[in-house]
């Protein structure tokens, strides 16, 4: 007999997890939604530039057909290709449904939504909002998820924080534990699935683009769990970031998107303004490099071209991990006009308007391709993703989904920009109908389970956190996480190679050991964030070893993960059909014979576990090596 009335639950609140709890709700089931604080203030509020769609309003003969090209191609052919199909076939349709949700989309003069250029692709394909693109987004869904709260369907805990699943003598996941943030208290919690949409990780970089919530930790406490964890080496560097002493802001691609070029002074001992150094002698290095898409190559590209000229070429401004980012060219009413967002947050840091002088900007830690292994389904018909379906972003752990930025589904060894908005938002959408699926098939509510699987999980974390109160040790977390982003700055960065990364993965072991001397400078039962923070860093410190590991094991150049050593170089000034080109290709080939698999990493005690899996390539063959010339 199946479940009377099945309990879900949602951790977090971004588009992934508000999707997923519509599409519950639609269903007829109730939700308990949990986050860190407001859903309201989610990190997917911070997006910027757009979310990719082919809707083909320039009439540039845009097609879903090259949004999958270029969505597979721009990462590396590294992700199982028929869910990437399905994602970008329902795009448009989702871009619709966010229009009828009352997204205020740009638009032109005529009323038609307008698109901008990204990174990686040759048409307009990006739907936005000025330069909050996420915000927009996320308040339409948060005023849905409100409608169902209204109507009691949705419960919300905000200001709780996952602190772990609670499986049933199956191993399949029926519930979670958290915390109270605020009263301390901890509180098992039953379900007959869950949802895990808990974003990004870039917080174990110390400093990123990322919101300081960004800690991937809720991801690693399940990874402790048993759940598999894919393709850790893939983390994307945007080439775009204002370095700063807390954190790197996020200059959006929108702005090489809308006409930003990207260049040095030729003369790295000139000191004058970027405004006052004349045209000829400017270095347009990627414009140089590569004709054919300019500033807007994919994020990788960028980044390590930028690298290369300040790391290896020493011609960085000044001679600094600088370059700039230049829209001073443009009409400033119509930088306002797209970018305000954006234009705002540099002049506010930098103290100098964009508009008006160049920009100096680095790359920065902004995103992980990698995350939760998640299940999917194919259908054989149309060679996309069947749906619904149970399998459907389920984790390796039953009963336990994953979406958004948490999960390593579509973006293989590099996403491109604008892809990460959608692939939250349709994931979450996917995951809330295979949920709906999948709870149908249960036999036993969670209701009717022994009460001690429940206590002893409660019991396991107030543990934790009690030993971690009584350490009297000589390490604090604060310093623990500094040196832990320096390290993987350092270790795990643009630019790879396995000495640094044996370097690193030895620092991590060190780290994890310190740990162990920790001492808590509040031991207060309110509010108490230092615990909660030494909880984190504790769990960064286990994804920094799934990371390095897995680049450490990975001797290839793929993406965003670059050694080198091991580089196959594409012949200069040689094309398609040269002879040149050709043998670079079969040896491009056989190396994919050997690398194109996914990293699946598993927890052990004596750190991750790596082993290979297979990718779906049926709709794709990957017989053009990437490249952007
Ligand atoms: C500055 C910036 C700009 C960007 N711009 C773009 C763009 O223009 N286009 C694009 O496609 N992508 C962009 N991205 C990427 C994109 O915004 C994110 O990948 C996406 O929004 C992630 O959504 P999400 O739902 O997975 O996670 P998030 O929006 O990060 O939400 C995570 C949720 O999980 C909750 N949570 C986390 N841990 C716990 C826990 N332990 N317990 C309880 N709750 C928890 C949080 O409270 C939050 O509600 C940008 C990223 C950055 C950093």
């Known amino acids: 007999m199946a479940v009377k009335k099945p309990k879900i639950i949602v951790v977090g609140g971004g588009l992934g997890g508000l999707w997923a709890t519509i599409r519950i709700a639609e269903a007829g089931y109730d939700v308990d939604i949990f986050s860190l604080f407001q859903v309201k203030r989610s990190h997917s509020a911070c997006a910027q530039g757009g979310i990719n769609a082919c ?166 406490r399940v990874y402790q769990q048993g759940a598999k964890f894919i393709n850790g080496e893939f983390i994307q560097f945007h080439p775009t970031a204002m370095p700063g002493d807390d954190k790197n802001r996020l200059m959006s691609e929108a702005a090489r998107g809308e006409g930003g070029r990207i260049w040095v002074p030729k003369n790295v001992e000139d000191t004058r303004p970027g405004k006052e150094i004349p045209e000829e002698e400017r270095w347009y290095f990627l414009e140089e490099w590569y004709p054919a898409y300019g500033n807007t190559v994919p994020r990788d590209v960028a980044s390590r071209a930028i690298w290369k000229v300040c790391r290896e070429l020493n011609n960085g401004i000044g001679g600094k991990d600088l370059v700039y980012l230049d829209l001073s060219h443009r009409d400033e009413a119509f930088l306002r006009a797209r970018l305000g967002g954006i234009m705002e947050i540099y002049e506010k840091f930098a103290g100098e308007d964009p508009t008006k002088v160049p920009m100096k900007i680095f790359p920065a830690v902004h995103y992980s391709m990698g995350g939760l292994w998640v299940d999917w389904e194919k259908d054989e018909a149309s060679g996309g993703m069947k749906q619904p379906s149970a399998r459907n972003h389920q984790t390796s752990i039953p009963g336990l989904f994953a979406a958004g930025e948490c999960d390593g589904a579509y973006h293989g060894a590099n996403r491109l920009g604008a892809n990460s908005l959608l692939s939250a938002s349709f994931s979450g959408r996917v995951a809330g109908e295979s949920v709906a699926v999948y709870v149908k098939g249960l036999k036993e509510g969670a209701d009717s389970l022994p009460g001690n699987i429940y206590s002893d999980e409660k019991q396991r974390q107030d543990s934790i956190n009690q030993g971690l109160m009584n350490s009297q040790g000589d390490e604090n977390p604060f310093l623990l996480h500094h040196d832990l982003g320096e390290l993987m700055r350092n270790g795990v960065s643009i630019i790879r190679d396995n000495k640094t990364l044996d370097e690193a993965l030895a620092g991590l072991q060190e780290l994890k050991a310190r740990f162990n001397k920790i001492s808590l400078d509040d031991t207060a039962n309110w509010s108490n964030q230092p615990l909660i923070y030494a909880r984190q860093v504790y769990d960064m410190i286990v994804l920094g070893e799934v990371l390095a590991k897995s680049a450490r094991m990975r001797d290839e150049c793929r993406g965003s993960h670059w050694k080198p050593e091991f580089e196959l170089k594409i012949p200069e000034g040689k094309f398609s059909g040269d002879p040149e080109f050709e043998e670079y290709r079969a040896k491009w080939k056989a190396n994919n014979e050997q690398w194109l698999k996914t990293t699946v990493a598993e927890h052990t005690q004596s750190g991750p576990q790596i082993s290979y899996e297979k990718i779906e390539i049926s709709v794709l063959p990957p017989d053009e090596p990437r490249d952007y010339r």
């Not at 949004?67 to 721009?74: A, E, L, S, Y």
């Not at 869910?83 to 966010?98: D, Y």
């Not at 949705?154 to 519930?175: Q, R, T």
């Not at 699935?193 to 300081?212: D, E």
């Open 55 to 220: 809707l083909d309003t320039k009439g540039q003969r845009d097609s879903i057909r090259q949004h999958i090209i270029d969505t597979i191609k721009g990462g590396a052919y590294l992700a199982n290709q028929p869910p990437i199909k399905t994602m970008c076939e329902e795009a448009p349709g989702l871009i619709r449904t966010f229009d009828r949700m009352g997204v205020t989309w740009s638009r032109t003069a005529e009323g038609v939504m307008d698109l901008r250029l990204f990174g990686g692709v040759k048409n307009k394909r990006t739907c936005f909002s000025g330069a909050t693109t996420g915000q927009q987004l996320l308040y339409v869904c948060d005023e849905q998820v409100r409608k169902y709260e209204e109507a009691g369907k949705v419960h919300k805990y905000e200001w709780w924080e996952f602190l772990s699943i609670v499986k049933d003598s199956n191993g399949a996941c029926k519930g979670i534990v958290a915390i109270d943030l605020r009263t301390m208290e901890t509180k098992a919690f039953r379900a007959d699935a869950v949802v895990l949409a808990t974003g990004g990780l870039g917080l174990v970089y110390g400093k990123s683009t990322n919101s300081t919530n960004s800690t991937g930790a809720a991801a690693a």
